[in-house]
């Protein structure tokens, strides 16, 4: 099956932090961030996932997300995170959101769980019946603690509403990308180029909270063929993804993110800030991403 026609989860697709201040979302500093990233070229944004610390927010706090940046006129595309153990109270929620017709959600297995893959089959054929919006598959088991086979994922591929998978391994990514059964949405931002030359088409990367531009320069650069004026830009931001994830996600990016002024270096409990000593770390990288400019400062 070619997923040409049935995708619309093309280029990059941000899992954007929830930015907080004083215990609460900081409304403000989110529509300031969707603004920052629609004009740096990012296709659209996931909101509520793990880097988004989905499940430490109450639903109200989330239709206040999702208010405050689609208030913007031109506002980026929006995914919702939706996952849950329960697949009744994870339909539900999706009910709950569908008003807002996001462009889809991303929905993992049930995790803790570990179900067979009969019971991750019949979990997200009873979210599909929820919903008539497109649905992103979500296999990585370091999150969700059980791993989908391909066969399973190509199951799913034939009913309408599943268009693409989040996919962090990358002989997975290589088959999917092959098979073409399925859309695969690079996950592994250290994978990415190598997605993206490969044929990739889309991926959510984490470490593009910083230097957007610069992914998306890349990823275009990939699809145009020329894979060593992108390996070049790739290569300095290596070891500022390694420090992305050196902590837990999404601690580092936070820290990132407020040494550059734009939200505040805040958390909810149980997640706690990055160690000052990574923090020393991530500004040392930063400095070396920011002293080799793109083609783009260059051109």
């Given at each position: 099956?070619?997923?040409?026609n049935?995708?619309p989860?093309e ?10 201040r ?6 403000d500093a989110?529509?300031a961030?969707?603004r920052?990233y629609?004009n740096a070229g990012?296709?659209g ?8 610390e989905?499940?430490?927010?109450s639903?109200p ?6 208010e405050a940046i689609?208030s913007?006129p031109d ?5 919702f995170?939706?996952?849950g153990v ?14 807002y017709?996001p ?5 993992p297995?049930?995790y803790?769980?570990g179900?067979s893959?009969?019971?991750i089959?019949?979990h997200y054929r009873q979210?599909?019946?929820?919903t008539e919006?497109?649905?992103?598959l979500?296999?990585i ?6 791993t ?6 190509e199951?799913?591929?034939a009913?309408p509403n599943f268009?693409?998978v989040?996919?962090?391994n990358?002989?997975?990514l290589?088959a999917?990308n ?7 949405l690079?996950g ?6 190598d997605h993206?030359l490969?044929g ?5 990367p984490a470490a593009a ?5 610069r992914y998306v ?5 990939a699809r145009d063929?020329h894979?060593?004026?992108a ?11 390694r420090l992305?994830?050196a902590e837990?996600?999404?601690a ?11 939200i505040?270096?805040?958390l909810?409990m149980?997640?706690?800030s990055?160690?000052?000593e990574?923090?020393?770390?991530l500004q040392?990288a930063?400095?070396v991403v920011?002293?080799?400019p793109?083609?783009?400062?260059t051109?």
């Amino acid at each position: 099956m070619d997923t040409s026609n049935k995708t619309p989860f093309e280029g990059i697709w941000l899992p954007m932090i929830t930015p907080m201040r004083g215990g609460h979302v900081d409304l403000d500093a989110a529509q300031a961030l969707a603004r920052y990233y629609r004009n740096a070229g990012i296709a659209g944004l996931v909101l509520f996932g793990s880097t988004g610390e989905g499940n430490l927010l109450s639903v109200p706090e989330k239709t206040g997300m999702i208010e405050a940046i689609s208030s913007d006129p031109d506002a980026l595309p929006l995914v919702f995170g939706a996952g849950g153990v329960d697949t009744r109270g994870v339909a539900a929620a999706i009910r709950r959101l569908d008003k807002y017709r996001p462009a889809g959600y991303l929905v993992p297995p049930p995790y803790y769980l570990g179900p067979s893959q009969a019971g991750i089959l019949w979990h997200y054929r009873q979210i599909a019946w929820a919903t008539e919006r497109p649905i992103i598959l979500y296999n990585i088991p370091k999150r969700a603690g059980v791993t989908m086979t391909v066969q399973t994922m190509e199951t799913l591929a034939a009913l309408p509403n599943f268009r693409a998978v989040k996919e962090c391994n990358p002989s997975v990514l290589t088959a999917l990308n092959a098979r073409r059964a399925l859309a695969p949405l690079c996950g592994e931002d250290l994978a990415l180029l190598d997605h993206f030359l490969a044929g990739g088409r889309g991926a959510i990367p984490a470490a593009a909270h910083l230097y957007p531009d610069r992914y998306v320069e890349i990823m275009q650069l990939a699809r145009d063929g020329h894979a060593e004026a992108a390996r070049e830009l790739f290569e300095p931001l290596r070891g500022l993804i390694r420090l992305l994830f050196a902590e837990p996600n999404p601690a580092p990016i936070k820290r990132a993110l407020a040494m550059q002024g734009l939200i505040a270096d805040e958390l909810r409990m149980p997640m706690t800030s990055a160690s000052r000593e990574l923090g020393a770390r991530l500004q040392r990288a930063m400095s070396v991403v920011q002293g080799s400019p793109s083609r783009l400062q260059t051109a």
